[in-house]
Nanobody, 124 residues
């Protein structure tokens, strides 16, 4: 059973940077589409970024140009580098892994595995 564990969240000032990591144990991340979602208080979980093992990535418009998703299959880890952070980026960030194809990579229902989440707080 593959499990995902996020790390790297924390408190940062607006304009700062954070790097999140998602390590997969019990299996190979290379077989999965890796993604990040986030959920702010009182809001629904929303898509942030996705990366396929072949190298293609896609981003939500709200983070495009400020966020980079990457992976290291040898380390079974997916990363999310976030720059120029804004207070509205404050949320719990979740790592997700999806096996196979999906009609909508931005839909949470298209993912099979989830991490426990890591809190990101951006102060103004």
């Amino acid at each position: 059973q593959v499990q995902l564990v996020e790390s790297g969240g924390g408190l940062v000032q607006a304009g700062g940077s954070l790097s999140l990591s998602c390590a997969a144990s019990g299996g190979s991340f290379s077989n999965y589409r890796g993604a990040w979602f986030r959920q702010a208080p009182g809001k629904e979980r929303e898509f942030v970024a996705v990366n396929w093992s072949g190298g293609t990535s896609r981003y939500a418009d709200s983070v495009k140009g400020r966020v980079t998703i990457s992976r290291d299959n040898a380390k079974n880890t997916v990363y999310l580098q976030m720059n120029s952070l804004k207070p509205e980026d404050t949320a719990v960030y979740y790592c997700a892994a999806g096996y196979g194809s999906t009609y909508d990579y931005a839909a949470a229902s298209g993912y099979d595995l989830w991490g426990q989440g890591t809190q990101v707080i951006v102060s103004s």
